[in-house]
């Protein structure tokens, strides 16, 4: 049987450190997410990051914007916010509505306030191996295996999706602690090949219980990334009931990444935080 | 048997494109190429620099700096060369010595004259998926398997090596094509087993014979970047005479990458000269 990996206990000991850092801070960290368009799946993430920032004493403040909005005046809020000393953060929830240019309002976040890491800046000197702000599902992976004492140097890591949030900068982070990394997506012929090699398999894709029981090595670690809703319920990309029966360490879609992958925001608040601060 | 592919004949055809290319320019295309200490590596990088663009038409100026030149002064001429419109491309030759800051060199370099693409802003907008100047090399092996209607979708890439110039731009390309790609390094365990597995190997480590014939699939094409000396004579990664045997394709050491990666450097000044020359 597996080890279900408690991903609640992590979080909540991340809050403990951050509550205790917080506490000695005369003006609060704050963060501003900018949520636009209508998305059940956005609502929750948002709801939670405001339960989160609450808990540990980080200002949140939500900006939502619906999908007749001009792009241009969702940018001058976001310059707005970048000039907003108060502001210590910024995120927009994605995804957003295709019709709005990603890569433009992204890029429009300031760099010492672009708490997801997406900025091309960010992402630049991340992958030069520059301290940067990283993407928090990322960073929500390497502490859960850190947590458990799970080594990756030297490991097989198959990474399922190749998305900027997850797959891409996850591989680097893999790479940088010595891992050897495979990056499979949807054009990757016979997944199972893959996935049945990996020491520590890590899927993101949103496609629910992709990842069947005969696609995992006995004793592999599982992380699953992944959400999706199948019949009004929550479902991770993770086959759980079966793939437990293999894996020597598993988390589960609920309570497993999510709560680790929140309270890395608020770590990557407080790095935003400090950085202006020691200025 | 293999076929041998001959990275010459793709490079004399994409330098024919440029020569006329260049023919209608008024001013030259130029190219500052920057030397920092001793190393036969790069005095025949360089050499093979200059003779190529001499060929097309390019300017091309070197400056050289001895090791004991102060970290500023290199700074200074970089600054120069930026401020120079007479200048399209900079390069510094890399590796430059360990006690010079390599990233901030690099970073103080234009990102519209860094025709290496190693800046973090243009690391970034590469990443993000944005049009961007990428390392020549990493260009090479794409042209190369293009030239021989090598289509990498879905297959499995594997590439030993995660440096900035090969390894971790190549893995960025084959992604954005569909191949399946794993990156192997100097931490990777039984480095056979992946390679083995390999549709598509590469390989760019500059360790001499690394990749034997019994590492290598039956009908794999293998693209070999590394070089290194041994007893005075040039080595590529791979045992040729033997992998050759197994490969469908394969490119020697000398003729066969190298000159393509040295066209795909015409190609990035040519890109940088028309991207300030159509502002």
Do not use: W
């Not at 808990?55 to 000039?83: C, M, Q, S, W």
């Amino acid at each position: 049987m597996s080890t279900i990996i408690d991903g609640n206990a992590i979080s909540l000991s991340i809050q403990e450190k951050i509550k205790a850092e917080i506490k000695n801070c005369m003006i609060r960290p704050s963060i501003a997410v900018i949520q636009i368009g209508e998305n059940t799946f956005n609502d929750k993430y948002i709801a939670a990051e405001e339960k989160i920032c609450n808990a540990v004493g980080v200002y949140f403040r939500l900006y939502k914007f619906d999908d007749n909005t001009p792009e241009l005046t969702i940018i001058n809020k976001i310059k707005e916010l970048n000039n907003d000393e108060y502001v210590n953060g910024i995120m927009i929830q994605l995804p957003m509505p295709p019709k709005y240019n990603e890569k433009r309002l992204l890029n429009t976040i300031s760099n010492g306030k672009d708490v997801d890491g997406l900025t091309d800046i960010n992402v630049g000197r991340f992958i030069n191996g520059k301290k940067s702000i990283v993407s928090c599902s990322a960073l929500a992976v390497m502490h859960i295996l850190e947590e458990y004492d799970i080594d990756v140097a030297g490991k097989h890591v198959v990474i399922v999706g190749r998305g900027k949030l997850v797959g891409r900068p996850l591989a680097t982070l893999m790479l940088s602690h010595d891992a050897t990394v495979t990056i499979c997506h949807q054009g990757t012929v016979n997944l199972s090949d893959y996935t049945s090699k990996a020491d520590i398999l890590v899927s993101a894709t949103g496609v629910a219980n992709l990842i069947k029981k005969d696609m995992v090595k006995e004793d592999a670690v599982v992380i699953d990334v992944g959400l999706s809703i199948v019949d009004d319920k929550l479902c991770g990309d993770v086959d759980f009931n079966n793939v437990s029966k293999k894996a020597s360490f598993i988390t589960p879609a609920i309570g497993g990444v999510g709560p680790v992958t929140l309270a890395c925001l608020l770590e990557n608040i407080i790095l935003c935080y400090n950085a202006k601060n020691t200025k």
